[in-house]
């Protein structure tokens, strides 16, 4: 791969990202509405962009091969502030793709599309999405999206259902939901690689003991996570447990469900 596009290269999860996936093409073109500083070396592009504004958006795609797509607001917030990136620069995002060429999408979905499910359910990628907020409902539109694009215009996407991908999990309910740093990265370069996925949709979480979700889809990436929470599990477990009846104990999406409405 000659170029690969890095959005949203300035959250949490992209400044992680900007250094792991150097090894992945020749150029790694970075990009973000938020400072990103100045390339880190020949092999880095910095681009700065507005999802949200179109004609921008299709000059940070053009010359690129695939696309990493993080960027867009990454918590619950009013619908306005949704719209603009996560909706508005998806579709910019795929349109600048079909027109420039670009076959391959990594979409950061999130396990919030399916957040309203309880915690003692199990489910697959074909179970009925239950988003739990306006960015889980965006996370859906774009599941939607990548489908479409693919139907229509032949683009591929693996749209990954990212559950709780941070140092170590903060909580219990992210014992379950915790996906490495380094299990994130082998999966990202599977979804890049792998070939004839048109669109597929699968869970990232690491190989943990209480697992939610049947992830038998991934077998298609060849991924199967090498790391696990439980090497964490006496230090979440010495933290005060919370009532049974808290969105963190209850459902898949934790606290998710109960932020909101907003302005009221």
Not at 77 to 92: D, M, T, V
Not at 95 to 116: D, K, Q, T, W
Not at 153 to 174: K, Q
Not at 227 to 234: G, T
Request: aromatic share 10%; charged share 25%; net charge neutral.
């Amino acid at each position: 791969m000659q170029r690969l596009l890095l959005t949203g290269a300035a959250g949490g999860l992209g400044r992680v990202l900007r250094e792991r996936l150097v090894p992945m093409a020749a150029t790694l073109r970075v990009s973000d509405i938020a400072p990103l500083g100045a390339p880190r070396g020949p092999h880095e592009e910095v681009m700065p962009c507005d999802l949200a504004d179109k004609a921008a958006v299709h000059r940070l795609v053009e010359g690129c091969d695939a696309i990493v797509h993080l960027g867009g607001v990454s918590v619950e917030r009013p619908f306005e502030e949704i719209l603009e990136a996560n909706i508005k620069g998806l579709f910019n995002v795929y349109e600048a793709a079909r027109r420039h060429g670009v076959r391959r999408v990594v979409f950061a979905s999130s396990n919030h599309v399916i957040g309203f499910y309880r915690q003692t359910e199990r489910l697959d990628a074909s179970a009925l999405r239950r988003p739990d907020g306006y960015y889980g409902l965006s996370k859906s539109f774009g599941e939607d999206m990548a489908q479409f694009y693919f139907d229509r215009h032949g683009i591929e996407t693996v749209s990954i259902r990212i559950g709780s991908s941070f140092p170590e999990p903060a909580n219990r309910r992210m014992m379950s939901t915790w996906l490495s740093y380094d299990d994130l990265t082998r999966l990202i370069d599977r979804a890049l690689y792998t070939r004839n996925v048109g669109h597929l949709v699968v869970y990232g979480a690491s190989a943990n003991r209480d697992v939610w979700w049947d992830n038998h889809a991934a077998a298609r990436l060849g991924w199967t996570p090498q790391d696990s929470s439980e090497i964490f599990r006496d230090k979440v477990e010495a933290q005060p447990p919370v009532a049974s009846t808290d969105p963190n104990a209850l459902y898949q999406g934790g606290g998710f469900t109960a932020q909101g409405p907003f302005g009221d």
